[in-house]
Each structure stands twice: as structure tokens, then as C-alpha cells.
């Protein structure tokens, strides 16, 4: 089948068609290190996990990923001289915190992840490649400040659509050195109120780089003149992605091929941002909710629509998680543990494959899921143990590519307010009382085993005897999934 990707940039279904046979590079914005990461910062490195996993698992490929830190930026000197902290111990604090976010959410580390900072070298020769082909400038004002000359390219405004003369002025920027208010900075020059340490030397003087230029530098430096896939949030569809495609394409590069943008993360209907005071921390969600729910939170939806965060949003991700592990376990044994590698060569139903060939459409893929679910639940009633088996590796592997199968050890530890260490305290009592009912079973003292079982059932635990021994599971709220 063939996977089809909404392309930003022609706001078009397109077959997706890799630069190089096999192989997939993903060029992906990551987060600016200026605070603590909540769950609408990491919205889209879970989009793009799950993109990367159906490339991989789905097609094949040899994927990629290249994922950057800012950690240079106008918000986070101003955020790290109002706390009284070096700039650069300041954004490695909230690097590392976005690290451990990520890790939380179960989301894979990327195949590289640079620095801004290491990369000046990259990006000055870039500069030296716009100002020779009459693209950009140095300011005549002796400032240090270079910036792209938008006038001089006509396909600027292309990636979203926006005619020159309705722009506004660049605000990135002081404009007394340029030649045009909307012309956007490529590189800023020192400041007297800014930190030494914040800037490099470069052929026009001392200073750092623009936010811009940083991406499409690292971007050539690690996936070539030319890749597949840039992603990021919808929010960065102007300016930053304008402009690193402005500025790559003046300077002769192919850059990427397809746009992909995922939606927000809103709360009461607005952008969940920290200027909002309506933040949803990570490390705080996760002292009451389950990792993997959160994760399915932030999936269970086309990566191009808008997840509207209440009160209700966790505990409803958390009845869905439930219900697929559930089955898994009553399926497989409440022990069961499967990871990556074991559901790697499970045939997908045609029903999720089509899903996810279609723009990576979460939604269908999970109905497929639960399609699966409800006729396992059928065949373990019916006791058709070949048919149970496949449909819960089925399911097993197709939460595997979402990234939320219940059974991988990645969630193992993981579970808010010592849950893990509960359920395995739980898992040895209940053995220990199935062992003792199989025991009365075998000594035909049938009442005793009559009353273990409906002291489990009284303490919401079910124990069902199967062909292959009795197997026990949580009871679930609302009856049994049919």
C-alpha cells in the first residue's frame, strides 16, 4: 500500500516518495530550552514517534530523525538573567527536563539531537552562501546584525501562502539597520546588556545566531542539501518555517520535500502556553496518571487536529488504556510482557494499515484496534484459544506502532503513586490463592474452590478457566467488552 502524507506546503494529499530509496530523514523543530516542558510542548514528539514508527514498522524504512535544541534564544537570556542563572546552565536545566519528559512518554530518542550553539560554523558559511548570491546583508549600521533581504526572493510568503505587502514588520529585530522592516535576522549582533559568553565571532562581528537560521544550518549539516520530511507545530508555520525555507531555497538548497505540522493542545478553547498560566507540567501529570495514558492522550487523535484538554481528557484515555490491557492480560496471562522485538513480524489488519497509510490517521487505526479487541473478548468466551492468541498479538502489535501497548516493559516503573510496586504485591497474592483453588480443584474439594474464587470476584479480580489453566484479571467497570 502506499503511504499517502498531507504536505503543508501544497495543502494536498501526496504519495510519499523518499529522497533515496529506503531511507527517510525527518528534520524536526524541538523545543526552545528557556522553561519546563508540559504537555502541549510535547504534543508533536509524540506525533512525529508515532510517524516514525509506522515508517519503520509499516514500510520498511530506514528512518532518520533529527531533532534540535534551541539553546540560544532571546527568551531564554531573558528568562535566565531574571532567575540569576547562566544562560547556558539555565537551558541544560530545561533540556535535560524536556529529556526525561520525553523518555516519560515513552517517546524514542532521535537519531541525532544538535545543539544550536555547536553548529555557528554551519551557520555563518550559510550566511556567506545568501550574501553572495544577493540574498542577505550585513546592516550598514556597524551593529553586527545580518539579515535576509525578503524582497530579493520572490517566493517568499509560499509555504503559507501570504502576500509580501500584507506582512507585517519582523519583530525579531531592531529595525534601524534594515533595508526593509519585514527583512527577518539571520544574525544578531552583541549586545552590551548580554552575556560574553552569548556570542561568537563571525566575518561581520561578534554575536549569535537567529532563531531561523539555526534550524535550516543543522538541517543540511545532518540530513544532507535536500531531505524528505519537516515537522513541527502549527504554530511554526510562520515565521520560522517560512523563513527556513526562504532561506535555504535562496541558498540553492533543495531542503525538505514534504511539511507536516501537527495541531495544539488547547485548554477552554486557547494555545496551552505559559503566558496562559494554564500549563499541564509532565513531571506533575504523572504523579496521578499513568505515563502511557498520557501518551495515549496525546495520540489518540489525527496529529492535525486540535486536542481540547478538560477535567475528563485523562480519565477517558485512561478507560480506553484499560480496556485494551485488560484484554491483553486476560488474553495472554496478567505476566505478559511484549515488547518491540517480539510483535516485530504479526501481520496488521488491513483495517489499521489503511488508517495509517492514510496521513497517519490515529483515529481509524485505533477503531481498528478496538475492532480486534471486542472479537478477542468474543473468541475467549467461546474458548477458541488459536483465534484469542492471534487477535491479542494483533492488538499487541498495532499498539506497539501507536507507541501504547500495555504489555511492553517500557511502562513497567512508570505507573503514578507506586502503582507497579501495588500490582505486583497484588499479582503474588492472587497466584498465591489461584494455587490454592487449583490445589482444591484437584483434590475434588470443589466448595473450597467455589469460595477462593468468589472471595477474587468479592475483591474485583476474575479468574476464568481456560484449556491451558486458569487465568485471572482486574475486573473493568461497565461489564465485559463485547
Not at 92 to 105: G, K, P, Q, V
Not at 281 to 304: D, F, G, M, Q
Not at 399 to 406: A, H
Not at 408 to 427: H, I, N, T, V
Request: charged letters at 25%; a negative charge; hydrophobic letters at 40%.
Amino acid at each position: 500500500m502506499t503511504l499517502q502524507i498531507f504536505n503543508t506546503a501544497t495543502r494536498e494529499l501526496r504519495d510519499f516518495e523518499p529522497v533515496n530509496p529506503g531511507k527517510v530523514g525527518i528534520y524536526i523543530c524541538g523545543l526552545t530550552t528557556q522553561g519546563s516542558p508540559h504537555i502541549g510542548h510535547l504534543r508533536f514528539a509524540v506525533a512525529f514517534d508515532v510517524l516514525r514508527n509506522w515508517l519503520t514498522r509499516g514500510h520498511g524504512y530506514d528512518v532518520t530523525l533529527v531533532r534540535n535544541v534551541t539553546d540560544i534564544d532571546d527568551k531564554i537570556l531573558r528568562k535566565s538573567a531574571e532567575a540569576g542563572e547562566p544562560w547556558f546552565a539555565w537551558s541544560y536545566l530545561h533540556e535535560r527536563e524536556t529529556s526525561d519528559a520525553l523518555d516519560t512518554l515513552g517517546v524514542k530518542r532521535p537519531t541525532y539531537e544538535p545543539r544550536a550553539t555547536g553548529h555557528v560554523t554551519d551557520m555563518v558559511e550559510l550566511m556567506e552562501m545568501l550574501i553572495e548570491r544577493g540574498h542577505a546583508y550585513p546592516a550598514s549600521d556597524g551593529s553586527g546584525d545580518v539579515y535576509f533581504d525578503v524582497k530579493s526572493f520572490p517566493e517568499y510568503g509560499s509555504l503559507t501562502r501570504q502576500n509580501l505587502d500584507d506582512m507585517e514588520a519582523a519583530g525579531d529585530a531592531d529595525p534601524r539597520g534594515k533595508n526593509d522592516p519585514r527583512d527577518f535576522a539571520l544574525w544578531k549582533g552583541r549586545k552590551d546588556d548580554e552575556p560574553a559568553s552569548a556570542n561568537w565571532p563571525t566575518p561581520w562581528g561578534e554575536g549569535r545566531p537567529g532563531w531561523h537560521l539555526e534550524c535550516s544550518a543543522m538541517a543540511r549539516r545532518w540530513l544532507g542539501d535536500t531531505f524528505d520530511i519537516h515537522g513541527g507545530g502549527i504554530d511554526l508555520r510562520f515565521p520560522h518555517h517560512e523563513n527556513e525555507q526562504a532561506q535555504s531555497h535562496a541558498a540553492g538548497l533543495g531542503f525538505a520535500r514534504y511539511w507536516m505540522h501537527n495541531g495544539w493542545v488547547t485548554l477552554s478553547g486557547e494555545k496551552m502556553s505559559k503566558s496562559l498560566g494554564n500549563t499541564l507540567a509532565v513531571n506533575e501529570l504523572t504523579k496521578t496518571v499513568r505515563p502511557i495514558v498520557v501518551r495515549y492522550y496525546l495520540s489518540a487523535v489525527h496529529y492535525r487536529s486540535t486536542i481540547e484538554y478538560t477535567p475528563d481528557s485523562l480519565a477517558e484515555a485512561a478507560a480506553a488504556v484499560e480496556r485494551i490491557e485488560g484484554f491483553l492480560r486476560r488474553a495472554l496471562g496478567a505476566d505478559a510482557v511484549l515488547t518491540s522485538d517480539d510483535v516485530a513480524g504479526v501481520e496488521l489488519p488491513r483495517a489499521f494499515v489503511e488508517a495509517m497509510d492514510d496521513d497517519i490517521n490515529v483515529s481509524g487505526a485505533l477503531a481498528a484496534c478496538f475492532d480486534a479487541i471486542r472479537e478477542g473478548n468474543t473468541a475467549i468466551d467461546e474458548a477458541d484459544v488459536e483465534r484469542v492468541e492471534k487477535l491479542a498479538m494483533q492488538v499487541a502489535a498495532m499498539t506497539d506502532v501507536l507507541g501504547v501497548n500495555p504489555l511492553d516493559p517500557q511502562w513497567s516503573g512508570r505507573s503514578a503513586g507506586g502503582q507497579d510496586e501495588a500490582m505486583d504485591a497484588l499479582g503474588a497474592l492472587v497466584e498465591a490463592l489461584v494455587e490454592q483453588r487449583k490445589a482444591a480443584r484437584a483434590a475434588k474439594n470443589f466448595e473450597a474452590a467455589d469460595t477462593i474464587r468468589d472471595q477474587l470476584a468479592d475483591a474485583g479480580v476474575v479468574v476464568e478457566d481456560t484449556p491451558d489453566g486458569a487465568r485471572w484479571s482486574l475486573a473493568r467497570q461497565g461489564g465485559k467488552d463485547n
